[in-house]
């Protein structure tokens, strides 16, 4: 451990490691408060007795469970990165300019100050983070050469920055290449021609290296949330060109003749407009988690929406710009699954169209159960897999070393205390320790500080002990039981606390002090782990609770009570889950259904089209529901997201149907027409969206893992409800048909 420890203070930002070498020790042997005063014993010492060491690592109401686990067995070394100044001024010059701008006390010499220093904090901070990740590769290289010895695992906040911005990268990479060789494929695959492989794929190429450099121009960080960015766009920008191929397709069938001047012309014409309210709806989709509480949420929502709209331009150009240069070829598929499966779904609600309904309502009624059990509890350490280092570390300080996620609850003093006067009379007349402490001291004039009411403080530190989900509790209770051990196990009054407070050397002060009390002594804090491995864990009801008890079983005014840390920081990041997820989902839908008003000019024929894109999303998050997966920063997305990309298909299929229509004013041929022409471009981008989607499933970080699977079964369930349901409801319901673009010339 000494080996390991010199090595790790050779890195030049390590300021101190702190384990059970340098630990201050006190009964190893007894030490009185004149010898603590002289020297602090550790373990290094030479007159120190280690069986002696040993048994006070096990019990001492401060290492035990801290420092060393209960067999003894495991035992943590926390390295002490040096802080940075520089990141801090910058870091709090930003927040107080930040604060005046939001009070509207901004003055313009400060406005222009505030660009300077955001600008400086962004530039520092991204260095910073660059350092600190070169420094956990340091201490990763020496922990490696160690574990020959030990199993040994690293944790922390700073490791698991690091390791996240890592899975980004890795995710970048991986999802952009899989999802590209997939795409290669099965472009290759179902149109068997070198250009139907190279021209999509330089649309979809040029879009994401658009994006690529965009982000980098403007400094605009990649999120663990919006590291997919690439595959969806990929697949987006695919399925504006399968649209534009399939069509290209149609013509060059129905008119052979045709040069490919005019068959380019005809198919960018026939698909400017729907193409155009697709990559709209699509925008509107991401736009929506803009409403989000959640900053990386809507960081992707903008970087998504900018990215379809490039992507959009990108296909009407440099798609006809190149095959405009080619010869026509006529295509042929060889095994037409895309034709069965869509004259299938026709065949299907013709002879069962009431129970095609009766199987959606079902679907319905359902999913609203599934998505009434829908929670946001959700562990943190269940958004990595098993085999990660984050995982193994939270599990091994959970289990050995006293919980993991911290909360800290801070009790103030009474505020009537402060509108009495304070007594700083001598505590004893004519008494040399007296004159030696120099009056009562903070004994005499704190809240806290004081025999009386550091019964309350053991009380509150007791409940809190007691509580089935907390690991590790420290507070001045801890400090004041080792100070009975200083006072030969006799309980500590006023006096001995004031000599105590003011003899002691500044190392035992900074370690059991200055942690749980104030310097004025009129607040006490009380630190406690939680134990992140707990399937039962309910953070919310747990902060509730603690709250409530401390008012009602402790006398304590609610302005008294304040609940900090980890803990409340991510509790309240789940419940902004709900409101976000209301929020974009209800910002979607709205905008969309005005978009379809537009677009369709009947309310009837928007309605008609909304519902199977609802009910696609809407399955989704109740399967969710009934099967108890909680939302997630990266789940609550898939609603919104599954409506904005499902309804491209919905309205390529109504355009076709009001232009199908007017033939004849046959309900049932203008569907089974429609099936066999654009069902084919359906069911081509449904099949890209899915898989790609699910491509995803490659990533460490198991919310985008689920994001990818359920926004792919999501795609599914649209396709199959934009071909049964949405055929069926305008068979069924028969709106007016509205031609809304002209109609192509046959």
Known sequence: MRRLRDSLLQIERVASVASILDAPLIDSPRVSLNELQDRVRTLEDPDTDPELARREFLTSPLYRNLLLSPDGKTTALQIVFRRDETYHSLLNRRNVLREKRLSGELAPEEARELARVSAEFKDYSSASMDRERVDIARVRSILDRHRNRAGIHLGGVPMIVADMIEFIRRDLVSFGVGVLAFLVSMLAIIFRKPRWVVLPMLCCAAAVIFMFGYLGLVQWRVTVVSSNFTSLLLIITLSLTVHLIVRYHELQAERPDADQHT????????????????????????????????????????????????????????????????????????????????????????????????????????????????????????????????????????????????????????????????????????????????????????????????????????????????????????????????NDDKPVDNFTLSVIHKKLPPQIEEALFD???????????????????????????????????????????????????????????????????????????LAIMAMFIVLFRSLRLAVIAIIPNLIAAGMVLGLMGWLNIPLDIMTITIAAITIGIAVDDTIHYVHRFTVEITEDQDYLAAVRRCHASVGRAMYYTSVTVIMGFSILALSNFVPTIYFGLFTGLAMAVAMIANLTLLALLLMRIRPPAVCWLRRPER
């Open 515 to 589: 942690p749980y009390l104030a310097k004025d002594g009129n607040q006490v804090r009380f630190t406690l782990r939680v134990f992140e491995t707990d399937p039962g864990l309910r953070r919310n009801a747990l902060l509730k609770k603690v709250r409530r008890d401390l008012v009602e079983q402790f006398d304590l005014a609610e302005e008294q009570v304040h609940l900090s840390g980890m803990l409340v920081l991510y509790n309240n990041v789940l419940r902004s889950l709900y409101r976000s997820q209301v929020l974009t989902i209800g910002a979607v839908f």
């Open 263 to 486: 068959l380019v012309l005809e198919t960018v014409r026939s698909k400017a407009l729907p193409s155009l309210y697709t990559a709209l709806t699509t925008i509107v989709a991401f736009a929506s988690l803009l409403v989000s509480d959640i900053r990386p949420v809507i960081d992707f929502g903008w970087i998504m929406a900018i990215g379809i709209g490039v992507a959009f331009a990108l296909s009407f150009v440099l798609f006809p710009a190149g095959l405009v240069l080619l010869r026509p070829v006529r295509f042929t598929p060889r095994l037409d699954l895309a034709g069965a499966l869509t004259r299938g779904c026709a065949s299907w609600i013709d002879r069962h169209g009431t129970l095609t309904l009766g199987i959606f309502a079902a679907l319905a009624v359902l999913s609203a159960i599934g998505i009434s059990r829908l929670t946001v509890e959700n562990r943190f350490i269940d958004h990595f897999k098993e085999s990660t280092e984050i995982y193994q570390g939270m599990v091994l300080i959970d289990r050995q070393l006293g919980g993991t996620i911290p909360l800290d609850v801070i009790v103030d003093a009474d505020p009537e205390f402060f509108a009495e006067p304070v007594d700083e009379s001598p505590l004893f007349d004519d008494d040399p320790w007296e004159e030696e402490s120099g009056g009562a001291g903070l004994s005499g004039t704190s809240y806290w500080y004081n025999a009386f009411r550091l019964e309350k403080v053991g009380a509150i530190h007791a409940y809190l002990d007691q509580l089935p989900e907390s690991g590790k509790v420290l507070s001045m209770t801890t400090t004041m039981a080792l100070m009975e051990q200083l």
